[in-house]
């Protein structure tokens, strides 16, 4: 993990292959930092989760799509596929202060448009064998503003912000 | 690295299954307790009590699993039973609606004598 330290506002950076197996590390940091901060253990967790649940879209969908795409140009070969999974980074960005928490997250998967997506409501939950949208839900219940966007030779930029209450 | 354990055990008289969890419910360590849960049913295990105590927290994929074979359960004239979640975990079942689809109950008893009433 990369840091850069200035006068009032820390900044680090973690970049982690596209594998929920990263998920554990990258709640333990957003919740080392965050108490560092001085957010409340309830907070902690809702900081945790939101992260969790942003890196666990890119893993399952953004990616995912990206990789069926390649799969139907490419012969089915296991070696090749691992391969492809250095193509697939997640990218933090966290910058602390002293009021509030950025967390930045980059991937170059299916461009996802955060912003529209509704999330479904219990009834369709209960009709769905593999629910979807849930953690959209959690993102935008648990941070105070939540920022999408798509920048093309980037890909898409998530950017969740959590302010210290006053 | 944040862990999920597992263990079952069913009460052949009351055909009550208790799924315990400890640790973490995540969308990794989700796909083990999908395959127990699945397993379950697949042997006719409809009556479920998800013993929550231990669990230290849970994401919403961990979420979805219950969320996705408790339709099934149910036309089964079953149910599933959420046992003492920590108030963490509580919280994600709520804002995610589940504490209004699963009943959440603070005593094993409470939850043996709902499943035996269906």
Same mark, same amino acid.
């Given at each position: 993990?990369?840091?850069?330290?200035?006068?009032?506002?820390?900044?680090?950076?973690?970049?982690?292959?596209? !594998?929920?197996?990263?998920?554990?590390?990258?709640?333990?940091?957003?919740? !080392?930092?965050?108490?560092?901060?001085?957010?409340? #253990? #309830?907070?902690?967790? /809702?900081?945790?989760?939101?992260?969790?649940?942003?890196?666990?879209? =890119?893993? $399952?969908?953004? %990616? /995912? @799509?990206?990789?069926? @795409?390649?799969?139907? #140009?490419?012969?089915?070969? %296991?070696?090749?596929?691992?391969?492809?999974?250095?193509?697939?980074?997640?990218?933090?960005?966290?910058?602390?202060?002293?009021?509030?928490?950025?967390?930045? =997250?980059? @991937?170059?998967?299916?461009?996802?448009?955060?912003?529209?997506?509704?999330?479904?409501?219990?009834?369709? %939950?209960?009709?769905?064998?593999?629910?979807?949208?849930?953690?959209?839900?959690?993102?935008?219940?648990?941070?105070?503003?939540?920022? %999408?966007?798509?920048?093309?030779?980037?890909?898409?930029?998530?950017?969740?912000? $959590?302010?210290?209450?006053? | 690295?944040?862990?999920?354990?597992?263990?079952?055990?069913?009460?052949?008289?009351?055909? &009550?299954?208790?799924?315990?969890?400890?640790?973490?419910?995540?969308?990794?360590?989700?796909?083990?307790?999908?395959?127990?849960?699945?397993?379950? *049913?697949?042997?006719?295990?409809?009556?479920?009590?998800?013993?929550?105590?231990?669990?230290?927290?849970?994401?919403?994929?961990?979420?979805?699993?219950?969320?996705?074979?408790?339709?099934?359960?149910?036309?089964?004239?079953?149910? *599933? &039973?959420?046992?003492?979640?920590?108030?963490?975990?509580?919280?994600?079942?709520? *804002?995610?609606?589940?504490?209004? *689809?699963?009943?959440?109950?603070?005593? +094993?008893?409470?939850?043996?004598? +709902?499943?035996?009433?269906?």
């Amino acid at each position: 993990m990369r840091q850069k330290r200035s006068s009032e506002n820390e900044k680090m950076s973690l970049k982690i292959p596209s !594998d929920s197996a990263h998920l554990s590390l990258v709640r333990t940091i957003m919740a !080392d930092l965050s108490k560092k901060i001085g957010f409340s #253990e #309830e907070e902690v967790a /809702k900081i945790e989760m939101a992260v969790d649940e942003a890196c666990t879209n =890119i893993i $399952k969908y953004a %990616y /995912k @799509d990206k990789d069926k @795409d390649k799969r139907s #140009e490419q012969p089915k070969n %296991y070696f090749a596929r691992r391969k492809e999974d250095v193509n697939k980074p997640i990218e933090l960005q966290m910058e602390t202060s002293n009021d509030r928490f950025v967390v930045t =997250i980059i @991937d170059r998967g299916k461009v996802f448009n955060f912003n529209s997506h509704k999330s479904p409501t219990l009834k369709e %939950y209960l009709n769905m064998t593999k629910p979807q949208g849930l953690g959209i839900r959690v993102i935008r219940t648990f941070m105070d503003e939540v920022h %999408y966007n798509h920048k093309p030779g980037v890909g898409n930029i998530l950017r969740l912000v $959590k302010n210290l209450p006053k | 690295m944040n862990t999920l354990h597992i263990s079952t055990s069913t009460d052949e008289e009351t055909a &009550i299954t208790t799924v315990s969890l400890e640790g973490f419910l995540d969308a990794d360590t989700v796909l083990r307790l999908r395959k127990v849960l699945f397993d379950l *049913i697949k042997e006719g295990h409809y009556k479920l009590i998800i013993d929550l105590k231990k669990l230290q927290y849970i994401s919403s994929a961990g979420v979805g699993v219950f969320i996705g074979v408790i339709k099934r359960v149910r036309e089964n004239s079953g149910d *599933i &039973i959420f046992l003492q979640p920590l108030p963490t975990v509580y919280r994600v079942l709520d *804002i995610l609606g589940l504490t209004k *689809i699963f009943k959440i109950l603070e005593q +094993e008893k409470e939850a043996v004598d +709902e499943l035996n009433k269906i």
